[in-house]
């Protein structure tokens, strides 16, 4: 069996909201499709990947680096020892070849994206979910509930209180208990003002996490500490620079509730920065390492053995990025959950068709591979790179 073709379609996914740091109004991904030789139901395998919002499309590193690498591999040097499939590990080699360590800007992403096409080949040629396959692989308990939040709460030109009011009340009324707002686009005292307007709108039970996507120096996110602390926030996420370990250390300081990071660390080596340095509490923070911007799971394998290591249970991880990769690898690997935008980024975010939020959680069906083909909107794009 053999890779015959990768294909790469940079897509848009533009709306005119912002966080504290960019605007979409420009945002791309990338959508792939690997085409194997393998036929099932009359048909040849293909595995579709894609990467998160925030990085933009990795055409020009997918089509000039990694994607020639692939082909230009021996279909042998690809397969696992049953020589029936796809050995992830092998590609993931093969892509990396010629990259020196460290310094890993977005090639992380176009590997990311590439490396999520290959599992779900992997799984459709093993006809089971990912899931499935990778807690039988891994050793796991796969668990199917899935633990998920809304994320959204953007700054959206000409969108008062009312307005966030009524989104956050549509995530509510859809059946989940946390729901995510951004803050650090505005003066400390409008967040204050927006954050309380949705407090008041939560029935007990339910919970609010705002996001500052790093834009606080410290003595700015020491004064949004000493403000939050106040409420009962479900999390206080990526307050300061994704890199600055030292501020987030010290931030830690003065505010004892949970907080979260770790949506831009893409490499293991990154994410160990954090562990080591980043003073991250595992009785209450929360990890957000999203692998489909970071080398995809052959490497966010790497960085779930490392935790391991430093003494992190998985269920401390709950990946950016709301897509159903790492729907899969919280089910099959027991992470705490993960992210979803009801409305936003579509048709690459939600779940597959039919399937409902209840009380915060959802099951996955029992599809095989990644589970895009169950999501209609999302496998026509998929279908048509394909076709
Ligand atoms: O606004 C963004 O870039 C997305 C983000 O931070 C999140 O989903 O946590
Ligand atoms: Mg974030």
Redesign the pocket.
């Known amino acids: 069996m053999r890779i015959v073709e990768v294909r790469e379609r940079t897509a848009p996914i533009a709306s005119p909201i912002a966080?504290a740091?960019?605007d979409f109004s420009k945002m791309t991904l990338s959508l792939v499709a690997v085409v194997t030789d393998v036929i099932r139901d009359g048909k040849p395998v293909i595995g579709y990947g894609f990467n998160s919002?925030?990085r933009y499309g990795q055409g020009g590193l997918i089509r000039e680096r990694f994607a020639p690498r692939i082909l230009e591999a021996k279909p042998d040097d690809l397969i696992d020892s049953t020589g029936e499939n796809i050995d992830p590990h092998k590609v993931w080699a093969t892509m990396f070849t010629n990259e020196k360590p460290g310094g890993h800007g977005e090639r992380s992403v176009a590997i990311g994206t590439i490396d999520m096409a290959v599992w779900d080949a992997v799984a459709k040629i093993a006809g089971k979910p990912l899931f499935r396959l990778l807690s039988e692989r891994y050793g796991t308990v796969a668990n199917p509930k899935v633990f998920v939040y809304a994320?959204g709460g953007?700054y959206y030109p000409g969108k008062g209180l009312e307005g966030l009011a009524t989104e956050m009340k549509s995530y509510l009324d859809r059946g989940y208990n946390v729901v995510?707002m951004?803050i650090g686009g505005a003066p400390l005292t409008d967040d204050l003002k927006r954050i309380e307007h949705v407090l008041k709108l939560l029935p007990s039970g339910c919970q609010l996490a705002v996001?500052a996507?790093g834009r606080f120096d410290l003595s700015t996110a020491v004064d949004y500490a000493k403000a939050l602390r106040e409420y009962d926030l479900f999390w206080y996420?990526?307050a300061g620079d994704p890199l600055d370990y030292e501020l987030q250390e010290k931030l830690a300081e003065h505010y004892p509730k949970p907080m979260a990071t770790g949506?831009n660390l893409f490499s293991m080596q990154d994410a160990r920065n954090l562990i080591r340095y980043g003073g991250m509490r595992k009785d209450r923070d929360w990890l957000?390492f999203d692998c489909a911007l970071s080398y995809g799971l052959v490497e966010y394998l790497r960085t779930l053995e490392m935790l391991k290591n430093y003494g992190w249970s998985w269920t401390r991880c709950i990946p950016?990025?709301?897509h159903q990769m790492s729907l899969n690898i919280a089910a099959g690997l027991g992470l705490g959950g993960n992210?979803s935008?009801p409305d936003l980024f579509q048709p690459y975010g939600g779940f597959p068709d039919g399937v409902k939020v209840e009380n915060g959680h959802i099951v996955m069906p029992e599809l095989p591979g990644i589970g895009f083909e169950g999501k209609s909107d999302l496998i026509k794009e998929m279908r048509s790179l394909a076709s």
């Open positions: 966080n740091f960019i919002n925030g994320a953007y995510k951004k996001d996507n996420e990526e949506e957000q950016h990025g709301g992210e935008y």
